[in-house]
């Protein structure tokens, strides 16, 4: 298994600019998530889904939109980049155990962004 | 808001030593976990308590969760140049379908 897998690693936005940060699981994991690591700071959750086609917003949502059509894939789409967005994005999934809780997360190499 | 504090937010200590590294908070959790960065890779998991006063050991590391489930540690034996990087804690209370994460420890232990 490939685990999570996310891209691409580096990527230079300018002001204002769009795109999409990609992840895949393949563990067939119901609960995705994605996160914003700042330097030397720990991980500020943005979004999270519970299964394909459910979202919900996490601690810092704003200048960021998702989209979970399928179990496997939760790109992460960020319009207008700003300056305030440069940092590490990490995205992550989740299994339920037997009594309905989730619980060990297991995160992707990650994707560096730069907004200039 | 559940907020998770780690202490210290730096150490710097030379190997064969011996550290301990805190994550408290007012809130009780159902389940904490502790995890370890490197560099330029994503968290990896190396332990969860669910039950207040369980220990769990992980070769030279030690996880204690506290009684009340408000705070946990993680001692290190005889610190290693590969026990270096950032580690996480994290907490789930019983109704929250997410983690709320620590700022982190980053530990460097020099040869």
């Known amino acids: 298994n490939a685990g999570v897998t996310q891209t691409p690693k580096f990527r230079i936005l300018k002001i204002g600019q769009s795109m999409t940060l990609q992840c895949t699981q393949d563990?067939?994991?119901?609960?995705m998530y994605w996160y914003r690591q700042d330097p030397g700071m720990g991980l500020k959750l943005i979004y999270y889904s519970v299964g394909a086609g459910i979202t919900d917003k996490g601690e810092v949502p704003n200048g960021y939109n998702v989209s979970r059509s399928t179990t496997e894939d939760f790109p992460l789409r960020l319009e207008l980049a700003a300056p305030s967005q440069t940092s590490v994005y990490f995205c992550?999934?989740?299994?339920?155990?037997?009594?309905?809780?989730?619980?060990?997360?297991?995160f992707g190499p990650g994707t560096r962004l730069t907004v200039t | 808001t559940q907020l998770l504090e780690q202490s210290p937010q730096f150490l710097s200590i030379q190997e064969g030593e011996n550290l301990t590294v805190y994550c408290n908070s007012s809130s009780v959790f159902s389940s904490l976990q502790w995890y370890r960065q490197e560099p330029g890779e994503g968290p990896v998991l190396l332990v969860t308590v669910v039950t207040g006063g369980e220990v769990k050991k992980l070769k030279r590391l030690t996880f204690q969760f506290g009684d009340a489930r408000k705070d946990s540690s993680l001692h290190i034996t005889a610190a290693q140049p590969g026990d270096t990087g950032l580690y996480l804690c994290?907490?789930?209370?019983?109704?929250?379908?997410?983690?709320?994460f620590g700022s982190g420890t980053q530990l460097t232990v020099l040869p």
């Open positions: 563990m067939n994991h119901n609960y």
């Open positions: 994290a907490g789930k209370s019983g109704s929250a379908r997410q983690l709320t």
């Open positions: 992550a999934s989740s299994y339920l155990n037997s009594r309905g809780e989730s619980y060990e997360q297991y």
